[in-house]
């Protein structure tokens, strides 16, 4: 089978584009997605405040699951804790 005429050519040769569209974008999105490193790390169930260079601090402990070496680590922590105002009333 062969297209006859300018018209089937067109109509195959957009076939034909967005099929292999279709087939680069699904092989990207599976990549992507079975190539995505997931964190595997074992965080402490207990946090330490001790008292250093003059101010508490506090200290928890991350180990890494994996064999190989953690390259690049970003935490971010938030503490929130209730402080009596002078008038009396509880802040956050």
Known sequence: ????????????SLELLGGM?????????????FSRP???VI????ALIRAEEGGPHLSI??????LSPILSVSL????????VQPNGRLAR
């Not at 569209?21 to 997605?33: H, P, S, W």
């Not at 965080?43 to 207990?46: G, L």
């Not at 402990?61 to 994996?66: H, Q, S, Y």
């Not at 971010?76 to 402080?83: C, D, G, H, K, V």
């Open 43 to 46: 965080v402490s169930d207990r």
């Open 76 to 83: 971010e922590m938030s503490l929130a804790r209730l402080i």
């Open 21 to 33: 569209l279709l087939n680069a974008v699904a092989t990207g999105l599976v990549f992507a997605r």
């Open 1 to 12: 089978m062969a297209p006859v005429g300018p018209v089937a050519h067109v109509i195959v």
């Open 38 to 40: 997931k964190a595997r």
């Open 61 to 66: 402990w991350i180990a890494n699951r994996r």
